[in-house]
């Protein structure tokens, strides 16, 4: 069993920054890879980023790459997400989940155990 707790969202504008972080439990947080997901009102989960359980190898959405930074502490039970250079598309809600199913990272059914998400809001 996995619990996941997110924070570090808010409002911030345009061009602005914010980091992310997913604080797990659980001994096994650290075998699994783990992502950001993202849900605009209206709007199906779309995937954000994932990281693999070492760490090694990081993987992103195309709307996001150059931009955000995914990173994660096995130590520490902590995975983040560095966001620069926000725009408005970027206001959802942010989850965390654990990559339990082995397939694709961006596939929202290959996770289990998903935390109750931080609210991003972007302003223009």
């Known amino acids: 069993q996995v619990q996941l707790v997110e924070s570090g969202g808010g409002l911030v504008q345009a061009g602005g920054s914010l980091m992310l972080v997913c604080v797990g439990s659980?001994?096994?947080?650290?075998?699994?890879?783990m992502a950001w997901f993202r849900q605009a009102p209206g709007k199906e989960r779309e995937f954000v980023a994932a990281?693999?359980?070492?760490?090694?190898?990081?993987y992103y959405a195309e709307s996001v790459k150059g931009q955000f930074t995914i990173s994660r502490d096995n130590a520490l039970k902590t995975v983040s997400l560095q966001m620069t250079s926000l725009n408005p598309e970027g206001t959802a809600v942010y989850y965390c989940s654990v990559h339990a199913g082995g397939g694709y990272y961006w596939d929202p059914s290959q996770y289990e155990y998903w935390g109750q998400g931080t609210q991003v809001t972007v302003s223009s």
């Open positions: 659980g001994r096994t947080f650290s075998t699994y890879g």
């Open positions: 990281i693999s359980w070492s760490g090694g190898s990081t």
